[in-house]
């Protein structure tokens, strides 16, 4: 037997935080239940792409498990055959491992226990606990009756044991067509929680399952399977979101009415994230209507989908240990999941320089056939980061937006007459424009630069206000980038106004790409998925998915800009 005094000192040592779960559990161990095991587990449907809210529950399930030397399940509750694949099931473990959490031997299904669930429905039937109804659905929807209005029984409520076990055991075999006849649970149609009025079991679904074939045609309902593989699998802490809280009374009854060990059911508040959606529902009609490209748009708030775009694991652990786990449902700002990926990425990220709309400098008094290398940080926040050489030439790129021919009076970058800091290298002054004769558009600047500035501050004390990042042109990668922005306008798009869907609030400029970005050579040796930062523009990520040597694709994570900081200075200033 584990001690659970232990358990519970090593869970306060090792959370950052505590929460009412941590002090259920607690309880439970002071009080030696479950013989002090803390045993809990991650239950996905097979029904579609983990997204950031699953995070929050894998990082909670396969977290309490850490603190409290317990043990954590993967478990696929793959009930519905119509709906699942073995690609969901795919990409939900790849997710978990990713995230950095590791179930062991602990893989379990629901339809590795679909033949236990049989008996246990069998058992049901026998205690007259259960019937097989001949109503259609429609007409079991009748018959429930409404929040204000009770429910009235079935005409087959009262079948005798014989007839169900005979109906029942034939529904099995396969004689009856789907929706001929489901069984249902007999408790109380005038219940005030309509779950309880005699809720279906199983059903018919002559459907191929993606692991047992076309050996069932029925196939169990999640809420009597999910509380009977909680049970099979010892589970003592069974943790889910809010919606499930009406549903307790049914996971309690189907436990209770069974000699089978009976797991506690907690519930916790789900994440809701502004500038997106959650629902697995509202995702598949993103990808299967042809809004994002598939479901690991960067756009996407899936794990697949912030995995490609450049996002870490422990950015993600990080964000779903600061927002904590609560009772009560409320909307977390995107702009703290940034914060947490910019608080990781700069400390891990490389730098480098890339330029996203090339305006090309020409240095006048540079050597046209001199090029040399400058010493450039690879990371100031990691001194072993150590540093990397840059190539210099007499043209370069810089960003279009560093320039202005009549700036304004806090402009301090590059203008006509101004000098500036080439990062890393020297200081240029802006000699002359030169335009494009029919459109009147800038294409070319000329420059003359200061050989003693070279790395440093200019030998005369002379100072300069605007530092500027650039490439060589000579030594340029040509790239793609993708600035994306979020996928919605509207705060909480789940909130929709009467007559429109929530696709009514998808924003048009949620990405924009731009196809003639120029990179330091350096950069075409990160590896897929690799993260970077764009010196003064924000970190980026080499897409692992669309990427190529030849033709390198960048995806921007977040910008350097971050409005999570600033709200975090107004708290602390304002409890001053």
């Known amino acids: 037997m584990?001690?659970?005094?232990?358990?519970?000192?090593?869970?306060?040592?090792?959370?950052?935080?505590?929460?009412?779960?941590?002090?259920i559990i607690d309880a439970d161990l002071k009080a030696g239940k479950n013989d002090g095991r803390v045993h809990t587990r991650f239950p996905p449907e097979p029904n579609g792409y983990l997204h950031i809210g699953h995070a929050k529950s894998i990082c909670l399930n396969f977290g309490l498990a850490r603190d409290y030397n317990g043990l954590c399940n993967l478990r696929f509750d793959d009930t519905d055959p119509s709906k699942e694949s073995i690609e969901y099931v795919d990409s939900i473990k790849a997710d978990v491992r990713w995230l950095g959490f590791d179930w062991q031997d602990r893989e379990y299904y629901a339809s590795d226990y679909f033949e236990q669930l049989f008996e246990y429905a069998v058992q049901l039937i026998k205690a007259g606990k259960a019937y097989v109804d001949s109503l259609s659905a429609d007409e079991i929807r009748e018959y429930r009756g409404t929040l204000t209005t009770p429910g009235k029984n079935s005409p087959y409520r009262e079948r005798s044991i014989e007839e169900n076990l005979d109906l029942f055991e034939r529904m099995r075999a396969g004689e009856f067509k789907d929706g001929e006849h489901v069984l249902r649970a007999k408790i109380d149609m005038a219940?005030?929680?309509?779950?309880?009025?005699?809720?279906?079991?199983?059903?018919?679904?002559h459907v191929a399952h993606y692991r047992t074939g076309k050996m069932w045609c029925i196939y169990p309902m999640y809420d009597f399977t999910h509380c009977l593989s909680d049970s099979i699998e010892g589970i003592t802490h069974s943790n889910c979101t809010l919606e499930f809280e009406p549903n307790r009374e049914l996971y309690d009854w189907v436990l209770d009415n069974l000699d089978v060990f009976h797991p506690q059911?907690?519930?916790?508040?789900r994440l809701n994230l502004s500038f997106t959606v959650l629902s697995k529902r509202k995702l598949i009609r993103l990808v299967e209507e042809g809004h994002v490209e598939s479901w690991d748009d960067p756009r996407m708030p899936t794990i697949s989908g912030l995995r490609r775009r450049g996002y870490t694991p422990a950015s993600i652990r990080n964000f779903?240990?600061?927002?904590?786990?609560?009772?009560?449902?409320?909307?977390?700002?995107?702009?703290?999941?940034?914060?947490?990926?910019?608080?990781?990425?700069?400390?891990?990220?490389?730098?480098f320089m890339g330029v996203l709309r090339p305006l090309k400098v020409v240095i006048d008094n540079y050597p046209a056939d001199r090029e040399e290398e400058l010493e450039a940080i690879n990371n100031p926040e990691d001194p072993s980061a150590g540093t990397r050489m840059v190539p210099f030439s007499r043209e370069l790129y810089i960003e279009r937006d560093d320039f202005m021919e009549d700036p304004p009076k806090k402009f301090f970058r590059l203008a006509p007459g101004r000098e500036v800091r080439l990062r890393y290298a020297y200081f240029i002054t802006c000699v002359d424009v030169v335009k494009d004769p029919a459109s009147g558009e800038i294409t070319e600047l000329h420059?003359?630069?200061?050989p003693a500035t070279r790395g440093g501050d200019a030998p005369d004390g002379r100072r300069v206000k605007g530092t500027l990042h650039w490439v060589s042109a000579k030594h340029a990668v040509n790239a793609r980038v993708r600035l994306y922005n979020a996928l919605f306008t509207k705060e909480n798009p789940n909130e929709v106004e009467e007559g429109k869907d929530f696709t009514a609030y998808l924003n048009p400029d949620s990405v924009e790409v731009l196809n003639n970005c120029k990179l330091e050579p350096a950069l075409?040796?990160?590896?897929?998925?690799?993260?970077c930062q764009f010196e003064r523009l924000g970190y980026f990520c080499m897409d692992a998915k669309k990427a190529s040597p030849e033709s390198p694709l960048f995806s921007r994570t977040v910008t350097l800009r971050d409005t999570w900081a600033k709200i975090l200075k107004a708290q602390k200033k304002n409890n001053r």
């Open 2 to 23: 584990t001690d659970p005094n232990k358990n519970s000192e090593k869970a306060a040592e090792s959370s950052a935080s505590t929460n009412f779960i941590r002090y």
């Open 191 to 205: 219940s005030p929680n309509i779950i309880m009025r005699d809720p279906t079991l199983y059903r018919i679904k």
């Open 265 to 269: 059911q907690i519930e916790f508040a």
């Open 320 to 351: 779903c240990d600061r927002i904590g786990v609560a009772k009560a449902d409320s909307m977390v700002d995107m702009a703290l999941l940034e914060y947490c990926v910019r608080e990781d990425l700069n400390k891990t990220a490389p730098r």
């Open 447 to 450: 420059c003359t630069y200061d």
């Open 524 to 531: 075409a040796a990160l590896a897929p998925g690799g993260n």
